[in-house]
């Protein structure tokens, strides 16, 4: 093992492996992260939902309380899983 790296080392030459993973691996890893998108996509609409719902039972109440700080980190979620692709795609490249 020493020898082949000093070899390399010595050669100045490094070796480039290719960067294609098995397809096998490649269905799965993508099955697992479309599902992943939209679980998070999903939670995202389920929390503006509720956060409306729960706006409005208290507005009805009268009560006033910081709903709008949690429908900001609700939106700040859904912004970074609808940007999380995209931007992984733009950082390593296709």
């Given at each position: 093992m020493k020898a082949a790296l000093y070899h390399f080392?010595?050669?100045?030459?490094?070796?480039?492996?290719?960067?294609?993973?098995p397809p096998e691996l490649t269905g799965a890893v993508n099955?697992?992260?479309g599902i992943a998108?939209?679980?998070?996509?999903?939670?995202?609409?389920a929390g503006v939902i509720i956060t409306g719902c729960m706006m409005a039972i208290s507005m009805k109440r009268g009560e006033g309380s910081e709903h709008l700080s949690r429908?900001?980190?609700?939106l700040g979620g859904c912004?970074?899983?609808?940007?999380?692709?995209?931007t992984i795609a733009f950082v390593f490249g296709n």
């Amino acid at each position: 093992m020493k020898a082949a790296l000093y070899h390399f080392l010595a050669d100045g030459t490094v070796p480039q492996p290719g960067r294609d993973a098995p397809p096998e691996l490649t269905g799965a890893v993508n099955k697992v992260l479309g599902i992943a998108g939209w679980a998070g996509t999903a939670a995202g609409v389920a929390g503006v939902i509720i956060t409306g719902c729960m706006m409005a039972i208290s507005m009805k109440r009268g009560e006033g309380s910081e709903h709008l700080s949690r429908l900001g980190m609700v939106l700040g979620g859904c912004v970074l899983v609808a940007t999380a692709g995209p931007t992984i795609a733009f950082v390593f490249g296709n």
